[in-house]
């Protein structure tokens, strides 16, 4: 799978399942490595525009998903790693992007929960689950939820 992420640099898709298979694996080192170039993706780009008054406008690149998939796939790895300030700091930028997003917030209240910050943590719990409330996680985020309560 690492020979066909290499072959095909671009394929950001791909790189993103490898990441998972590394997670899955609790290779968090190697996934680290791999999130590196999707978390730095452009999200914009500049192009010369002659109608504009600077002669330039900002135009998507398409790439917005795979940077925030990526940094919340990071903020997962540090999370598991027992670093939960430098996963803090990955799924803010994630949110940064997509503030709206309950996986984001989902993420987010794991962090939280891992940091202490209990009341933080039941928000975003709250969150995820009025909004997917049928989910797969939903009955360990339920779990947390009642704990985050409990400890504040």
């Keep these: 799978m690492t020979k066909e992420v290499r072959a095909n640099p671009k394929n950001y898709q791909f790189a993103i399942e490898l990441v998972e298979l590394l997670l899955s694996h609790e290779n968090y080192n190697d996934a680290i490595k791999e999130l ?12 010369a525009d002659p109608k504009m008054p600077t002669g330039f406008r900002k135009e998507a690149t398409g790439l917005k998903g795979y940077r925030i998939k990526g940094l919340q796939l990071l903020s997962q790895c540090y999370r598991k790693m027992n670093k939960a300030d430098v996963a803090d700091g990955a799924i803010q930028s994630a949110l940064a992007l997509e503030p709206d997003n309950a996986d984001l917030r989902l993420e987010r209240g794991f962090v939280y929960h891992a940091q202490g910050r209990f009341n933080e943590a039941a928000e975003d719990f709250k969150y995820f689950l009025n909004k997917n409330g049928s989910a797969p996680e939903a009955p360990l985020v339920k779990q947390l939820l009642q704990k985050s309560i409990i400890e504040e």
Aim: charged share 25%.
């Design 36 to 47: 590196g170039r999707i978390t730095n993706l452009p999200i914009e780009k500049t192009i």
